[in-house]
């Protein structure tokens, strides 16, 4: 099937018209020329995997004999969308698939000298130094390697006979912080005419409710009702209920069919390319995003580390005694009693704040240890990360009782709480060391080197410090069986409302699947309750999505799309474009309507105004030793602007936004532990620090009372060297964003899609109207600056 509409639903619980399959089937996105091959408990929960599979014309799709996997093959001429049908329990459901040809790239590197191997690695591949093989087969001298991109900014370099090396050939390179350069490539779009899916309104009838959609296509010719397929959860809306006229499209159904949480996508299909897909979250027949909390959608996460967010109990402000160990390694005294402190203070709701994600609450060692790198400076377990208990809350954080009490007081507040869960490792003095050594992997490596820090080369089994031993789960189901357990048993015992995971891509995918599969099992279907999972992964798209789909986490944090937004914020010489295509492919991996994380700042992370104020560059190689020796202060007022122009940005765009604590007041700060200074409130903040407090308040709550900010689609009106505008729609509003990151004023003219017929643009900070002309705006945008209208 060519021509189709489809639907994804985020947690589809229908109210009296259950299905045996209730997840979102995700699209499999397909690679030209290559099989894929799914695990089925990925693609959706079911309570066994029996299907039978329908034949299709564009895909050839093949069940392994266990029937536990699924494999994808592509005809040669397939590109665009379309559904595979299969069959379980007597229903008929579809497997979106989709495959967009990339046009290919060449890489070149002729050494000086005769080499062995040459091999490209880069932020494209996840910085794999053996997949992307180059090849010498003119036997010129020039090694060369074809590869398929997306428009974007890459960092790369060659691995030569073991040793990482600049294209000498590209002047374009950037430190990357380890004393070194990468190079850097960046893929131009390709022009193309527009071929986009408006969303336009909805009405209620007596017993039906009408969806309509406009499609934009470059041709101008009239829709074609075989161009439009719907899909209403994971089942194709017949025709019959689809009306076409001239370029609007028309879905009417049944009231009697929308009862609970439901989800319709539109799309439309034409000569192998696709619109944009339009997606609807329905709950009780009307689109979600006028209710409180309705989804994960609806989150805005504030991240925050107990031990230095708010001293509540100074009884359990312990520091750890050690000669060596500085005040920033130690514990500074926050606890869970400061938190509950702060929630009945009313301090996350006067921000905004609908999402907690609290560091591991879990005991650690009540000794310090030294860093195996060098300058091997002395750290207590100060952060979490270091468990030497399984089931016991950190002393100095509280007890069982009090995180109990914490949740209670969260969720009267509105609050959901996340709780920081760690798979991978645990502390040499944790029981589970000595008791089940099978349960690890060995420290020693074969060839005599220490398995430490070896990132990508042993990803599943690398140790961070001697003293943290890896489980290896691969081998050890005793072990992924136990702390699945585990997990689950804080999630019931606390009442918390999801988990950040920590080190995702360091476990392997068997026990996320285990663990989501228990929480299905044992939470989920039972309480009709959407657990939201989060993951921490550094690397590729493939390798970041291959964690997130129905069977293991809901999502990660976009790191990919950070990487380019703080290069574009940043550095005036780097385009807005940069950052619209690094979105645009986040959206071809997870729908615009993702629940990625985006963040400004974490705790592994620079803080933000320590590169807008001047203090680092990107990259910095002296941002390790900054914090010890002389702290960033802030001393440029603009700077607290700079921020409060990417907190606009993050708080607009499609995914959830994350407040890592301090950033609402414009917190400095270079790497850990000075990017984990102790929180300051009220009089402690200087009056920069409380006006920005106040405009990140004001944008949180405009996020939170605009629908189409989280739940809208996205579509680009204008990305240069310092404006980028762009709509957001759904079925309730039009919202228009407007960044400008020039240090002068900017005039801009932006013209809106006529299907609209908008008059006015009312400005959600002010509250002023501006009139608008033939669906033109023209407004002023400040230095450093950025509006957020409402279209009307």
Known sequence: MKNLIFLLLLAACSVGNAQTITDLIQPIILKEGKSSTFVLSDLFYADNYLIKIFPNDNVVVALNKGGDTITFTPSLNFTGLDLISFKYKDEIF?????LDKKRKYLFTYKPDTKVSSVNL????????RNDLVMQDKN???????LIPLDAGRYEYKFFVDGKELVDLQNPLKVPNGMGDYNSVRIIEPLIEEKFYLHILDYRKNTNSISFSFFCEKPNKKSLLKNEVVALLDNKIIEQSNVEVADSKIILTLNQSLLAGMHAVRVAVTENGRATNI???FIKNGTPCGKEKFQNWNDAVIYSLMVDRFFDGDKSNSIPVIHTGLSEKANYNGGDLQGIIDKIDEGYFNNLGINTLWLTPLVDNTDSAYQEYPPPHRYYTGYHGYWPVSSEKVEQRFGNLELLKKLTDRAHNNGINILLDFVAHHVHIENPLWNEHRDWFGKLQLPDGRLNLRLWDEYRLTTWFEPYMPSFDFINSLEAREFMTDNALWWLKESGADGFRHDAVKHVP???????????????????NKTVYQIGETFGSYDLISSYVNNGQLNAQFNFNLYDTAINVFIDSTNSFSLLNDQLQKTFSVYGVNNLMANIMDSHDKIRYMAYADGDLQINDGKAGELGWVIPPIVDNESSYDKLKLYLAYEMTVPGIPIIYYGDEIGMTGASDPDNRRMMRFDDDLSEPERKTFNEVSKLIKIRNNNSALRYGDFLTLLADENIFAYFRSDFDQRVLVILNKSNKNK?????LPPIYNLSEAVDLFTGETKKMTSSRLVCDVGSIGYLIFKMQ
């Open 121 to 128: 690695f880069g932020q494209f591949n996840g910085w794999d």
């Open 278 to 280: 339009q997606t609807v």
């Open 509 to 527: 995918n068997e026990f996320w699947r285990l663990l989501t599969k228990k929480i299905n099992q044992q939470i989920e279907l039972p309480q």
């Open 747 to 751: 005039t801009v003219e932006i013209d």
């Open 94 to 98: 579809q497997i979106p698939v989709i």
């Open 139 to 145: 036997i010129d001298g020039t090694y060369e390697l």
